[in-house]
């Protein structure tokens, strides 16, 4: 790598570690181009080295949420295990998935739950600490690790909505809760993309430097936000993703029948 491209990792490591903290994300969403764009790695490499990566910086910032309270412990127990199952077989389906078509429904969901977010949808039943069926939440890590291995990022678009909208957890704890569970679900992913040879370990060590003091200012902003406004910025974030990887993905599809 070129010092040019050092300093681009840091820094883009830097700006996914914030978003990570912020919004409860691995931070794939900006490593993933980074690697592809800027680093010059190629497209399953932008795929597999933002995994490893994600550990740290979801490890940052689910220590700080945790210290605030916002960390449901039980949910991790119950979503780990299903993630790791979820996270091993998207990685492995990396071979034969078109990702872009799966991409594009991935789009469409994450924006009719950013809206979702923003008018403050509440379940029709109310979240009590300690009574959510455990089965909701393992469902909610089985998705969301398969989304981490087959797309390459912590899964945390999926996990977020699913624990404010669908069990009503609130949404600090839903950030907190999200980040911790992210530390499970990428391990596997990372094994089997690394073996796979998809992983640039040079390049995740520059992005590494950057994600996990981003991943610490991220949280501090979320939790020191009032709820109203921090529901406003992570319904904001979702819609933005939304809408870049629905217009980016249909191009690729149609690009590729052309």
Do not use: C
């Not at 990566?53 to 979503?79: E, I, K, M, N, Q």
């Not at 469902?139 to 969301?144: H, N, P, S, Y």
């Not at 797309?151 to 839903?174: D, H, S, T, W, Y």
């Not at 709820?227 to 690729?252: K, N």
């Amino acid at each position: 790598m070129t010092p040019v491209q050092i300093a681009l990792a840091i820094l883009s490591g830097l700006v996914a570690g914030v978003l990570s903290g912020l919004f409860g994300v691995g931070g794939g969403i900006v490593t993933t181009p980074a690697v592809n764009v800027l680093l010059g790695g190629t497209a399953i490499q932008a795929i597999g080295t933002p995994l490893p990566v994600t550990f740290p910086s979801a490890l940052a910032g689910a220590l700080a949420y945790g210290r605030a309270g916002h960390v449901s412990l039980r949910a991790l127990r119950w979503a780990a295990a299903p993630g790791i199952v979820g996270a091993v077989v998207g990685a492995w389906l990396t071979r034969y998935v078109n990702a872009h078509l799966l991409l594009v429904f991935t789009s469409i969901l994450i924006g009719w739950t950013a809206q979702q977010v923003v008018r403050g949808r509440t379940p029709t039943v109310p979240w009590v600490k300690g009574r959510t069926p455990g089965w909701k939440h393992a469902i909610i890590g089985l998705v969301a690790g398969f989304v981490s291995g087959l797309l390459g990022v912590g899964g945390g678009i999926v996990m977020v909505p699913a624990f404010v909208l669908l069990i009503g957890m609130p949404l600090k704890r839903a950030l907190g809760t999200s980040l911790v569970i992210i530390t499970a679900i990428v391990i596997p992913g990372t094994v089997v993309h690394s073996l796979l040879g998809h992983v640039d370990w040079t390049m995740a060590l520059f992005l590494t430097l950057g994600v996990i003091p981003g991943a610490r200012i991220g949280a501090r902003i979320a939790l020191r936000a009032p709820d109203r406004s921090l529901r406003a910025a992570v319904g904001g974030f979702l819609m933005t993703i939304a809408v870049l990887y629905g217009v980016r993905e249909m191009a690729a599809l149609l690009g590729g029948r052309g």
